[in-house]
């Protein structure tokens, strides 16, 4: 497809559950981006990858958050135990240069909407 | 405190109105400045973008950023009913690229 497409786009939990996104994002995209947002809030910045590597985790909120991008291409955010704080629109976004000032337009797909029970 | 704020809302405007919508940061290595679009049940989609201080200019949309007040603004003209939307500020430091920080949004509706 021509844009970011992520799965599900709705999941519904019960507490302690493992949970696994899918973010597949634009062709030939370098960067990629996870972020979370809360309701009424903005995006909150989580992981980047720069196409395999994982360059910066800082946003990870706890180590039950774990993402990777095995091929440098699909991305995968993987939630354990989920907690009923954990519930949130989870964005994936992409872009295509490396990370620096001029790494270009961010492109955000719908997101995927996680409630947990 | 946040290092972006931004006043949610909500606005509530005629058609044909000016919009103007604001941001302040307390986080002096800010250099790049954006605004995004968020329509409800969807991601955020890139309006403007600027670069350290100044005015840039796009159809119906007016991006300032004023550094040495930590203020940024967006003006929106001649508004729509599809401009409805939540608008978000976001912004990153020199060696941050994409990596953003977020306002909280301001939902605005257009009203027929």
């Known amino acids: 497809g021509a844009g970011v497409s992520q799965s599900p786009r709705y999941k519904v939990a019960k507490r302690g559950q493992d949970v696994a996104l899918r973010c597949d994002p634009i062709?030939?995209?370098?960067?990629l981006f996870w972020y979370q947002q809360a309701l009424g809030q903005g995006p909150e910045f989580l992981t980047y990858f720069q196409n395999e590597a994982q360059l910066d985790k800082s946003g990870l909120p706890s180590d039950r958050f774990f993402a990777e991008r095995p091929e440098g291409s699909v991305s995968t955010l993987k939630i354990q135990r989920t907690q009923q704080e954990d519930s949130a629109v989870y964005l994936c976004?992409?872009?295509?240069?490396?990370?620096?000032?001029?790494?270009?337009?961010?492109?955000f797909g719908e997101g995927s909407r996680l409630t947990v029970l | 405190q946040k290092e972006v704020e931004q006043d949610p809302g909500p606005l509530s405007v005629p058609e044909g109105a000016i919009v103007s919508l604001n941001c302040t940061y307390s986080?002096?290595?800010?250099?790049?400045f954006m605004w995004y679009r968020q329509y409800s049940r969807k991601g955020p989609e890139l309006l403007m973008y600027t670069y350290s201080s100044g005015n840039k200019e796009d159809g119906r949309f007016t991006a300032q950023v004023d550094k040495s007040s930590k203020y940024i603004s967006l003006f929106i003209r001649d508004s729509q009913p599809s401009d409805s939307a939540t608008y978000l500020c976001?912004?990153?430091?020199?060696?941050?690229?994409?990596?953003?920080?977020f306002g909280t949004g301001t939902q605005l509706k257009v009203e027929l």
């Open positions: 986080n002096s290595a800010f250099q790049y």
């Open positions: 976004a992409s872009s295509l240069g490396r990370f620096g000032p001029n790494t270009g337009e961010l492109f």
């Open positions: 976001a912004m990153s430091g020199a060696g941050g690229g994409n990596k953003l920080t």
């Open positions: 062709s030939g995209h370098v960067s």
